[in-house]
C-alpha cells in the first residue's frame, strides 16, 4: 500500500500495479478499492493501474476534525488531483461508478489538461427531477438517512449493525446471481467498524452536493459549449435499482462525446460483477479504437 502526501490533513492510500499508460479507478460507496481488485489485475498486465481509497473509506486517513467538507465531492475531487500531481500522471483514463463516478467527472471537468477518457457506470448526468418519482426516492433512502445523528448514535463501531446494514446495500443493489456480498462484505465490516470510520464513510452524503436526490432534482441542461467533450464509455448495468435503464435518454444533452452500452444482468456494484467488460472498454481507449456512438448505436455487452 502506498500513502500520499497530506492534502488540507489528510492522506490518500493507493494500490499501484503494472506499467504503462495510467489508469486511475475510483471506487463507491458503501467499498473501497478492493471493490476493482479483479479488474485492476486484468488491466495492469497491460497499463498501469491505480486504485486509490477516497478519503473516510479503506486505509485512507478518515479522521473526523476536518469536518464533513473533507468528505464531500470538492474534498474528494481535491484529493484525487492531488494524487495525480503527486505521481505526475498525464493521459489517465478516470474509471468510475457510484461517488466514484461523480468524482472522476468532477476531476475531468475541473483538471481536463490531465485526462484522456473516462470509463463509467452510472450515475451520468441527465437524471433531473425524475429523481423525485417514488420508486428512486424510496431506492435512495440511504442518503437521507445517512444525514442523521443515529450514524454516530446506533451504526458507529458497531460491527454488527454495520453488518447488517451492508447487506442490505450488498444484496439489494446486486444483480442476480452476484458474489459481490461474498466477496466485500466481511472486508467491508472490518474497514468501517474502527470508531469513527463509518461516520467519515458516510459523511459525503452529509454536504448538499453528495445528495443525489438534492443534486439531481437540481440538475440543468448545460449549453452546447459547457457539454463534458471527453471521450467517456457508459457502461449501463440493467439489474441497478438505483439507475434504470431508461435514465439513459438524456445523457446526450449533457456529454457530447461518448458510447452507451448496456451490461445485462449485471447490478449497481458493475467494476465487481463485471470486471471483463470494463477491462475490455478500458481496451479500446488505450488501442484507440474506442469510437463514439449514437442513440441508434446503443448495444449491450455481456458480463462473461
Known amino acids: 500500500m ?5 492534502t488540507n490533513g489528510y492522506r490518500l492510500a493507493y494500490r499501484m500495479n503494472g506499467s504503462g499508460r495510467p489508469i486511475l479507478m475510483v471506487h463507491g460507496s458503501p467499498g473501497d478499492g478492493h471493490e476493482y481488485d479483479k479488474l485492476a489485475a486484468l488491466v495492469s498486465l497491460y497499463a498501469m493501474t491505480i486504485v486509490p481509497d ?3 473509506f479503506g486505509e485512507s486517513d478518515k479522521h473526523l476534525q476536518g469536518g464533513a467538507n473533507a468528505f464531500s465531492l470538492d474534498g474528494q475531487v481535491e484529493a484525487v488531483i492531488s494524487l495525480m500531481e503527486e505521481l505526475d500522471l498525464r493521459d489517465v483514463i478516470l474509471v468510475g461508478y457510484d461517488i466514484g463516478g461523480f468524482t472522476v467527472q468532477a476531476v475531468a471537468r475541473k483538471r481536463p489538461d490531465l485526462v ?11 437524471v433531473g427531477r425524475r429523481i423525485l418519482e417514488v420508486s ?3 431506492e435512495f433512502w440511504h442518503a437521507t438517512f445517512f444525514r442523521t445523528s443515529l450514524v454516530e448514535q446506533v451504526f458507529d463501531g458497531n460491527p454488527e449493525a454495520i453488518r447488517a446494514l451492508l447487506r442490505i446495500h450488498l444484496d439489494g443493489w446486486s444483480g442476480p446471481g452476484s458474489t459481490v456480498a461474498a466477496e466485500l462484505l466481511d472486508h467491508m465490516v472490518q474497514a468501517y467498524s474502527a470508531p469513527g470510520a463509518f461516520t467519515a464513510g458516510v459523511s459525503w452524503f452529509r454536504d448538499s452536493k453528495g445528495n443525489p436526490i438534492s443534486d439531481y432534482a437540481a440538475e440543468t441542461v448545460p449549453a452546447k459549449e459547457d457539454r463534458l467533450d471527453k471521450p467517456v464509455s457508459i457502461l449501463w448495468p440493467e439489474c441497478d435499482p438505483l439507475f434504470p435503464t431508461e435514465w439513459s435518454d438524456q445523457v446526450g444533452h449533457f456529454l457530447s462525446n461518448y458510447s452507451l452500452k448496456f451490461m445485462p444482468g449485471v447490478g449497481h456494484f458493475s467494476p465487481t460483477e ?13 488501442a484507440g479504437k474506442w469510437r463514439a456512438t449514437s ?6 455487452v455481456s458480463a462473461v
Not at 484522456?116 to 441527465?126: F, I, S
Not at 442513440?295 to 449491450?300: A, P, Q
Open 295 to 300: 442513440v441508434l448505436e446503443e448495444s449491450h
Open 136 to 138: 428512486p426516492v424510496n
Open 116 to 126: 484522456a477518457a473516462l470509463v463509467l457506470a452510472p450515475p451520468v448526468p441527465g
Open 54 to 56: 477516497l478519503r473516510g
Open 2 to 6: 502506498h500513502y500520499t502526501k497530506p
Open 274 to 286: 463485471a470486471p471483463q467488460i470494463f477491462a475490455n472498454e478500458i481496451s479500446l481507449h488505450l
